[in-house]
C-alpha cells in the first residue's frame, strides 16, 4: 500500500476549536494532525496503555507540556517522542502544524 496525504491541503485551522485529522489508522500505528491557531491548546494528558508518542513540528511555534510543568520549546523541525502513558500536551503560540504518530494505535 502506498498512500499520499496532501496535509496543507486536507486539513485547515478553526478560529475557535483545536483542528484535527486523522492521517492514518492501521493495526500497526496511527498518524493525526493536528493545527492550532496561536493560543490554542492540548493540555496535559496520558493514556493507560503501553506504546509511544511521536509530536513532530511540521510549522510555527509553540511549547511542549509535560508532567511536574514541564515545558518544552517546540519549534518547525522539533520532534518529541515519549511513552505514551508520560504527560503530554502542546501549547500553540503561532498558528503551528503538528503531526502525531502513535504505536501502537489507542
Given at each position: ?45 496520558s493514556h493507560d496503555i503501553e506504546g509511544q508518542v511521536s ?35 502542546i501549547r500553540a503560540t503561532s498558528d503551528m502544524r ?9
Amino acid at each position: 500500500m502506498l498512500k499520499k496525504i496532501e496535509l496543507f491541503k486536507e486539513a485547515g485551522f478553526k478560529d475557535n476549536a483545536i483542528n484535527n485529522f486523522l492521517v492514518h489508522d492501521s493495526p500497526y500505528f496511527k498518524v493525526i494532525n493536528f493545527n492550532f491557531k496561536a493560543g490554542q491548546e492540548l493540555p496535559i494528558h496520558s493514556h493507560d496503555i503501553e506504546g509511544q508518542v511521536s509530536i513532530a513540528v511540521l510549522e510555527g511555534s509553540g511549547a511542549y507540556l509535560g508532567k511536574d510543568d514541564a515545558v518544552l520549546p517546540a519549534e518547525t523541525g522539533d520532534v518529541l517522542i515519549a511513552d505514551i502513558s508520560e504527560p503530554h500536551g502542546i501549547r500553540a503560540t503561532s498558528d503551528m502544524r503538528v503531526l502525531v504518530t502513535i504505536a501502537p494505535p489507542i
